[in-house]
């Protein structure tokens, strides 16, 4: 591996291979994100406005995150204006795309969570791409690799600068970042494209902290190139940022699964498990030493593998409860009734001396026919000449029709919403009275 690869030099500034790959995959995420939500039924160029709002938003965290947290490698504040000097910061990258995400829903008050989820799957293909590409960059490298039966490992290469054959963690990292890829895209598929019951709003968000949050925190363990806390110089920043990431996640799950069913002894045992192997996680981490470095990355990878994939299960057991749920209820409410109400409930409509069904809106002395007939076919409580014959000249309907009081009396309020006073039955004939 060659540190800092160079595609084109100019002389006074130098174009590199890494900033050529991390431009063409931003690009294509920026597209990736427009396109998800266009599938969410949001306007493209929406999306590509907050895109350009997010990007500036994401360099400037990112350098300020680097900056803050690195700041004991410059001189002062003016290298780390200097945009050449030194890197950027992911996960202030994260923060400053979120901020803008949440400010801009905020504003035009749509869901924040549904623009999340299809803010995930882009970063997760940048994060896979930055990692890959880091093989031209000389970042991402981890312990030195004296074995030499290892050096023919795809993830074992030899660094020009350190002059070794160094653990390229890079390798994990970006096959870590393709598989989350992966899982989220399925499940952006899967609520917003196929519409699965059960899958809520924010849900590919949850299993991007919960799967990032959790493989990172191992793998920023064996990087050696990683910033550090100000005040506990043996502790990443990254791995407290992952760690915190992925068990707020765990605990959301829990808690939205004991919400949907009284926890049950297989829940409670898996919680419990749970427990111990993060214990364990953290046992490793602090214990680790050269000489069984390889068992506690296994014991702590093993731990955080057994976290994750019991939350995902729990995650889709909540998805199938709430699917169930909302398949019930469905089933449990009456069947809504039909817009034209049997002939047997049917109440009779004034008619016009010309024999017309008239709308109570307009009188004998309207003049006009046709338009009372249409209006007559349209009105739910008004019907055409087809169902007349059964009642009398007056309007009445003949005895055993089978009217019942509750349709009566919605025809009443009907009637004294429309302004019709209380003598319209006595004397509809002869037109509307003065008050009306």
């Known amino acids: 591996m060659n540190d800092n690869l160079i595609c084109l030099d100019f002389g006074t500034f130098s174009i590199y291979w890494y900033g050529i790959f991390l431009s063409a995959a931003v690009l294509t995420a920026t597209l990736m994100f427009c396109g998800l939500r266009k599938l969410q039924k949001e306007s493209f160029s929406q999306a590509l406005n907050v895109s350009l709002f997010a990007l500036p938003a994401a360099l400037l965290f990112g350098r300020l995150f680097y900056c803050w947290f690195g700041k004991s490698s410059f001189s002062g504040w003016s290298d780390c204006v200097s945009l050449t000097n ?11 795309m979120a901020a803008v995400i949440l400010i ?13 989820d299809a803010f995930v799957p882009p970063v997760a293909f940048v994060i896979a791409a930055g990692r890959f590409a880091s093989i031209s960059s000389g970042d991402d490298i981890g312990f030195d690799v004296a074995a030499s039966a290892s050096h023919r490992l795809p993830f074992i290469i030899w660094s020009a600068s350190e002059q070794s054959w160094i653990l390229w963690v890079g390798f994990f990292e970006g096959l870590a970042a393709v598989c989350i890829f992966l899982f989220t895209f399925a499940l952006f598929l899967m609520k917003y494209g196929f519409r699965v019951k059960g899958i809520g709003q924010g849900s590919c968000m949850l299993l991007f902290m919960l799967t990032y949050g959790l493989s990172q925190a191992m793998l920023e363990s064996m990087r050696n190139d990683s910033l550090f806390m100000v005040t506990l110089g043996f502790v990443r920043i990254s791995q407290i940022i992952s760690i915190v990431m992925g068990v707020t996640a765990v605990v959301i799950v829990a808690v939205k699964s004991i919400r949907l069913q009284k926890p049950d002894r297989t829940r409670i045992i898996l919680w419990l498990m749970c427990i111990v192997a993060l214990g364990i996680a953290v046992y490793c981490e602090f214990e680790m030493n050269t ?21 995902i299960y729990l995650f889709f057991r909540n998805v199938s409860l709430c699917a169930d749920s909302v398949t019930g209820a469905a089933s449990a409410l009456p069947s809504p009734p039909s817009r034209r109400q049997p002939a047997a409930h049917r109440r009779p409509a004034p008619r016009s001396s010309a024999g017309f069904a008239m709308s109570p809106r307009f009188s004998d002395n309207a003049a006009m026919p046709d338009r009372g007939n249409e209006r007559s076919r349209r009105d739910p409580y008004l019907f055409d000449s087809g169902w007349q014959d059964d009642f009398d000249d007056d309007g009445n309907a003949p005895s055993g029709s089978g009217f019942d009081d509750a349709f009566d009396n919605d025809w009443d309020n009907r009637k004294n919403q429309n302004g019709f006073d209380n003598d319209w039955d006595s004397d509809w004939g002869s037109g509307f009275d003065d008050d009306f």
């Open 291 to 311: 000489a069984v470095m390889v068992l506690h990355y296994s014991m702590m990878g093993l731990s955080l593998a057994f976290i994750m994939g019991a939350t």
């Open 104 to 116: 801009f829903c905020r504003i035009r008050r749509q869901s924040a969570l549904s623009m999340l």
């Open 86 to 96: 030194g890197g950027y910061g992911l996960y202030g990258a994260l923060a400053g």
